[in-house]
Structures are given as C-alpha cells and as structure tokens.
C-alpha cells in the first residue's frame, strides 16, 4: 500500500502526516532527516514496546540510527500525572540530551499526550514526533500540537500546544489493538461526519463502519485520511482553539465528567464516554429545538449496531451523581465566566458553539440520561 500524505499548514509549523499500512517500515529515512542523522529517544508504554518498538528501531537503523534507546512508561491513562511527566524529564536528562535531540512518541493517546508535553518543556522546547499505533490517536489526538496531563481537577488541565514534526500513521498497528480500544476511537471517527462531513457519516452508517472496524487495510486507510483531512483543516483554520477547533470537542464535556467521576482509573475508556457524551449533546440540541428527534436517534442506533456505550448505564452499573457529573462539567477547559460552551449541532454534518445554554437544561439532559430516560 502506498502512503497517502496529508499537511497540517501552520506556517513555519506546518508538518505532514503519513498514512499508509507498514508506515513505520517506510518512515526510516523521513525520521533521519528531521534528527539530522542524530539518535532520537523513543518514549512508548509496556505494551506498544512489546510489539511495536522492534519494527521502530529496525526502521531507525535501517535510515543509520543504530541503538536508538527508549523509555517505556507504564500503560494507560493513570500515567498522565505529573508524577510521571517529572520521571519521564528526569530519564530523558539523563540521556544526555541536547537542544537538538528529537523525542518520538510511539503509542496511543496517554503516550503522545505525555511526550508531547515533556517535549514541550524540556531544555525549554524539543522537537518531537508522532507514531500513533491507535485508532483514537491516528485519526485525532497525534493530530494539532494539543499536549498535557490530567490533575484531581480535571483531564488535560495542565499541558501546552506543541505541535509535531511529523506524524507517522501505520495503520497495520491496528492489527494488535484490542477490539475495545479500536471501538472506542471509531466513536472519534464518526465525530467528524457529526461535526463536518454528513456524506461520511452515511458512508460510516452504512458499512464502511464494520469494514473499518474489521480492519480491512482500505477502510483503514480512508477513515483515518478522511478524520486527518478534516482535523488538519480545523486546526490550520485556528490552532489555538479560539474558534472553529472548539468543534472537534463535540460530546466531551459530557465525556469527560463521567470519565472524572470514575477516576481515570481505566474502567472507562475516553472514546466510549465520548460516545456517551456525543448523544446527550445531540439530546441537548434536540431540546433546545436545534436539531431534528431523527439526528440523534440514527447515531444512537448506529453507535449501538457497531457495539458501542449510548447510556451512562452502559459505561457502569455504578450509582452517577447528577451534581458530581455536572461538578465535572464546570471545571472543564471550556468553562468562561463560569458559564460552559456546548458543542451543539443542527444536524448530522453541522455543529456549533453555544454559550449561554440554560443550566436547567444541561441538568435535565444529564439526570434523564443517569435514570435511563433517554
Ligand atoms: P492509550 O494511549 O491509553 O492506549 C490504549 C491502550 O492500547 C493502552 O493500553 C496501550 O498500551 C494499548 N495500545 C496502544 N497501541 C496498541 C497497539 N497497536 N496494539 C496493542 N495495544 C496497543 O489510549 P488512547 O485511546 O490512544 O488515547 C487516549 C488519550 O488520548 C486520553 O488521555 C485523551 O485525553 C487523549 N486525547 C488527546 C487528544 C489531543 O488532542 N491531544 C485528543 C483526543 C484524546
Ligand atoms: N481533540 C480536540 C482537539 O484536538 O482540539
């Protein structure tokens, strides 16, 4: 398969994301060039390493970077703290680095994330790149220089935009992703059909979602190429997230109260609250009289034909607090003058941001949810 190239344009800044199955076999040469000949240090968790890091560093060798060494933090999203952002520093220090040294970032979302942010600090600024090895982090988070770590507070309260050099997409990774995990990042896929492109979103609903999720190397190859396209063009459009960007947030702010209230302790993935969050968002513009009953009914029935949550009793039979979820909602980065902006649509294709939202609504939507009423 050939490798199909898409440019995230912010000027100086701008860099090219590289897609394609066996990506990371053929990024050798492209990773040298950006070192200068010079070793990079790899930064991935236990489980990528196991199965990924050998064709990484066969890669690296093959472009004359022998010996490449690699951190390996633990898995998953408990490892987004400042606990380990401080020994990650402290191991990367210890290598010897320079201004010059260039991190990549071989892993999922919690990988890139942390990498991204200690890149973004150390020796005052480091070059870095991405190899996203899945589905969530190909097609989304490897994606716009968004880097950081959770606090008690909140997801992602602490970190800096810190744009990659290069994103490399091999798309066979997802050959070793559990199925759980490639569900939860398709629930990012579909977003962008929800927020920008209606006729993906059919083609989504009508196969191309179990082709995708059944791994056929095309479907692959599409899905990710069709979430880049859209994302690069919303991020070259306002980096910064002063506008249009705030739209890929779409079912987050729900999302990410119901993944603060489990703690972040992986009972949750991120995608499968998005998932959840995406419908109480589109429940919340169908109130608001912004968008018609049937919108939001063909997500639900299409999130549950491919498997995944629509309900927060889908997430966990746990009692959810109202208050404590809606708590949540208020620390969220989208928060203004105390007041939250929605990420609302009026239709499949069409989304926009709301402040001002009545809070007896967002507190309606969420209780009908938590009882089951939706
Ligand atoms: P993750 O990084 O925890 O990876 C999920 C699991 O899959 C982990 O156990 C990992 O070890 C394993 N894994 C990764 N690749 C594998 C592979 N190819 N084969 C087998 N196992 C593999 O989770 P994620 O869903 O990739 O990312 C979630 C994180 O991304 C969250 O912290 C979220 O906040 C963040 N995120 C960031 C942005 C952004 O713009 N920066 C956007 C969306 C999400
Ligand atoms: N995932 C949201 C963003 O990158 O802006």
Same mark, same amino acid.
């Given at each position: 398969?050939?490798?199909?190239?898409?440019?995230?344009?912010?000027?100086?800044?701008?860099?090219?994301?590289?897609?394609?199955?066996?990506?990371?076999?053929?990024?050798?040469?492209?990773?040298?060039?950006?070192?200068?000949?010079?070793?990079?240090?790899?930064?991935?968790?236990?489980?990528?390493?196991?199965?990924?890091?050998?064709?990484?560093?066969?890669?690296?060798?093959?472009?004359?970077?022998?010996?490449?060494?690699?951190?390996?933090?633990?898995?998953?999203?408990?490892?987004?703290?400042?606990?380990?952002?401080?020994?990650?520093?402290?191991?990367?220090?210890?290598? =010897?680095?320079?201004?010059?040294?260039?991190?990549?970032?071989?892993?999922?979302?919690?990988?890139?994330?942390?990498?991204?942010?200690?890149?973004?600090?150390?020796?005052?600024?480091?070059?870095?790149?991405?190899?996203?090895?899945?589905?969530?982090?190909?097609?989304?988070?490897?994606? =716009?220089?968004?880097? =950081?770590?959770?606090?008690?507070?909140?997801?992602?309260?602490?970190?800096?935009?810190?744009?990659?050099?290069?994103?490399?997409?091999?798309?066979?990774?997802?050959?070793?992703?559990?199925?759980?995990?490639?569900?939860?990042?398709?629930?990012?896929?579909?977003?962008?059909?929800?927020?920008?492109?209606?006729?993906?979103?059919?083609?989504?609903?009508?196969?191309?979602?179990?082709?995708?999720?059944?791994?056929?190397?095309?479907?692959?190859?599409?899905?990710?190429?069709?979430?880049?396209?859209?994302?690069?063009?919303?991020?070259?459009?306002?980096?910064?997230?002063?506008?249009?960007?705030?739209?890929?947030?779409?079912?987050?702010?729900?999302?990410?109260?119901?993944?603060?209230?489990?703690?972040?302790?992986?009972?949750?993935?991120?995608?499968?609250?998005?998932?959840?969050?995406?419908?109480?968002?589109?429940?919340?513009?169908?109130?608001?009289?912004?968008?018609?009953?049937?919108?939001?009914?063909?997500?639900?029935?299409?999130?549950?034909?491919?498997?995944?949550?629509?309900?927060?009793?889908?997430?966990?039979?746990?009692?959810?607090?109202?208050?404590?979820?809606?708590?949540?909602?208020?620390?969220?980065?989208?928060?203004?003058? =105390?007041?939250?902006?929605?990420?609302?649509?009026?239709?499949?294709?069409?989304?926009?941001?709301?402040?001002?939202?009545?809070?007896?609504?967002?507190?309606?939507?969420?209780?009908?949810?938590?009882?089951?009423?939706?």
């Amino acid at each position: 398969m050939t490798t199909e190239t898409v440019r995230v344009e912010l000027g100086a800044r701008s860099y090219d994301i590289l897609i394609g199955a066996g990506e990371t076999a053929r990024a050798g040469a492209r990773i040298a060039e950006i070192t200068g000949g010079r070793p990079p240090v790899i930064v991935t968790d236990a489980n990528v390493a196991a199965i990924h890091l050998p064709g990484l560093r066969a890669s690296l060798a093959g472009a004359g970077l022998s010996d490449v060494p690699a951190i390996v933090l633990p898995a998953g999203e408990g490892t987004k703290t400042f606990a380990h952002l401080e020994r990650l520093c402290e191991d990367v220090l210890a290598l =010897g680095v320079e201004r010059s040294t260039v991190l990549i970032a071989l892993g999922g979302g919690v990988i890139g994330d942390i990498t991204g942010f200690a890149a973004s600090i150390l020796l005052r600024g480091l070059d870095f790149i991405q190899i996203p090895t899945t589905l969530l982090s190909q097609v989304d988070s490897s994606v =716009g220089g968004k880097t =950081g770590i959770n606090t008690a507070w909140g997801k992602n309260l602490v970190g800096a935009f810190h744009q990659p050099r290069l994103v490399v997409v091999d798309t066979g990774t997802l050959d070793t992703l559990p199925k759980r995990e490639v569900l939860a990042g398709y629930a990012e896929v579909v977003k962008y059909g929800l927020i920008r492109d209606p006729a993906f979103f059919d083609e989504l609903a009508t196969g191309e979602a179990e082709r995708l999720i059944a791994g056929e190397p095309e479907a692959r190859r599409r899905a990710v190429a069709v979430s880049c396209r859209i994302k690069a063009e919303i991020v070259g459009a306002d980096e910064r997230e002063n506008a249009d960007r705030a739209l890929l947030n779409l079912g987050h702010t729900f999302g990410h109260a119901f993944e603060a209230a489990m703690g972040y302790d992986g009972r949750v993935l991120h995608g499968e609250a998005v998932a959840v969050g995406t419908i109480l968002a589109l429940d919340l513009s169908v109130r608001l009289g912004l968008c018609p009953a049937d919108d939001p009914a063909r997500v639900r029935a299409h999130f549950r034909a491919v498997g995944l949550p629509t309900t927060p009793g889908d997430l966990s039979n746990a009692e959810w607090d109202v208050d404590e979820l809606l708590g949540h909602m208020t620390r969220d980065k989208k928060v203004k003058d =105390g007041r939250i902006t929605f990420i609302l649509t009026r239709g499949v294709g069409t989304a926009h941001t709301q402040r001002g939202v009545d809070p007896a609504r967002v507190r309606a939507v969420v209780a009908d949810a938590v009882a089951g009423r939706v």
